[in-house]
């Protein structure tokens, strides 16, 4: 079958990404390459990603990772039918690194650029791993961004919740960093609680039971710091227990969160939601993982989660939304803009 060759480009946060993927007649994908850099050893000493160093880095070695990309999928640039940068949402240097890059190679060899929205990437990245169709219901959770969204199909959603203070992975960040664990958080904090004991510290249930499907993480993050005050200073074992008390509040309250999803998404769909699907960082959390899976269960819902290295910000994901817009005829101009802010 005829294959669609694409590279997509990701420079939206703190991982510099590009990647090559194909996407046949059938519409059907498969990653030829994927390279990801994370900046973290830049950022690490200031405690949190600094746009400044953040866009600097892109652009030291955007170029270089491109070169790669395209090695190890042993293609030339001839054969790149389109190319796809994430135009936003996210820190503006680096979204301008990005798509000036990509306009540039969709200028000199004249093949389309897609500029794509970041969530709508993390959103159809299913489609690419699991080859799934919409209509699906999706949590996405990242370290930015909190949403529940009906997928009707590209470019086509319903948001049925989202956060009303802190994003999931900034609660999981925020936890990390008053507690001394290394950032990003969300990898150390799991790996905390997995040691820890969830009793010790039981923690509000944000959200339980209200009628619309929305989240709030801020109250959350106050309890840890009151309880690691009350038991300063913290032994490694107070900082475990606290992780898992942390971690439990956010499962139950993530649970019972798309749990109303699932309803709001019946009523729209006139039926049960067959497909429920987690994406974005924080996705890469294995007990978050099992709580959805479970819940998926008891709704007689198949569950679908992209492959850790597909959760977290990559080029493959870019690439993927980049070919499902191009098959649909949604290609940007070459005066297409960046927007640090770009709600689904
Ligand atoms: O999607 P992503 O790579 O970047 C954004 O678009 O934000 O998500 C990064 C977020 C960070 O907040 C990070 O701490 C969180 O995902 N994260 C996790 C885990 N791995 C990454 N949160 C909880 N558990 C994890 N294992
Ligand atoms: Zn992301």
């Avoid at 054969?79 to 936003?88: F, H, T």
Wanted: glycine share 10%.
């Amino acid at each position: 079958a005829h294959e669609t060759i694409i590279l997509g480009i990701e420079t939206s946060c703190d991982e510099t990404a590009a990647a090559v993927v194909a996407r046949d007649s059938a519409g059907r994908g498969r990653i030829l390459s994927s390279i990801v850099r994370s900046q973290w050893d830049s950022h690490r000493p200031f405690g949190g990603v600094v746009p400044e160093i953040a866009a600097r880095a892109h652009a030291e070695c955007l170029d270089e990772l491109i070169r790669d990309a395209m090695a190890e999928a042993g293609i030339g640039f001839e054969r790149i039918d389109a190319v796809s940068a994430a135009a936003g949402p996210g820190l503006i240097g680096g979204l301008i690194v990005g798509v000036v890059t990509a306009k540039t190679i969709a200028l000199v060899r004249g093949i389309p650029l897609v500029a794509v929205n970041h969530l709508e990437a993390h959103a159809l990245t299913v489609g690419l791993t699991d080859g799934l169709d919409p209509p699906y219901l999706l949590l996405l959770v990242s370290g930015g961004h909190t949403q529940l969204l009906l997928v009707h199909g590209v470019d086509h959603y319903t948001r049925l919740g989202t956060t009303i203070d802190d994003a999931l992975g900034e609660a999981f960040d925020k936890t990390a960093k008053l507690l001394g664990l290394p950032q990003p958080g969300g990898p150390s904090v799991e790996k905390a609680a997995k040691q820890g004991d969830a009793s010790r510290f039981v923690m509000p249930r944000p959200m339980l039971g209200r009628e619309e499907a929305h989240f709030s993480f801020a109250g959350l993050k106050t309890a840890v710091r009151q309880r690691a005050l009350q038991h300063a200073p913290l032994s490694d074992n107070d900082v475990n227990d606290l992780c898992a008390g942390f971690e439990a509040a956010v499962l139950a309250s993530v649970a019972d969160r798309c749990g109303r999803a699932f309803d709001l998404a019946a009523e729209m769909l006139g039926e049960p939601v067959a497909d429920f699907v987690v994406a974005g960082g924080v996705a890469a959390n294995q007990a978050l993982r099992q709580t959805l899976r479970d819940l998926a269960e008891s709704r007689g819902s198949r569950f679908h989660v992209p492959p850790v290295e597909l959760c977290g910000d990559n080029a493959a994901m870019i690439a993927w939304a980049g070919a499902e817009r191009l098959a649909r005829g949604l290609v940007s101009p070459l005066d297409a803009k960046v927007h640090p802010r770009w709600p689904l």
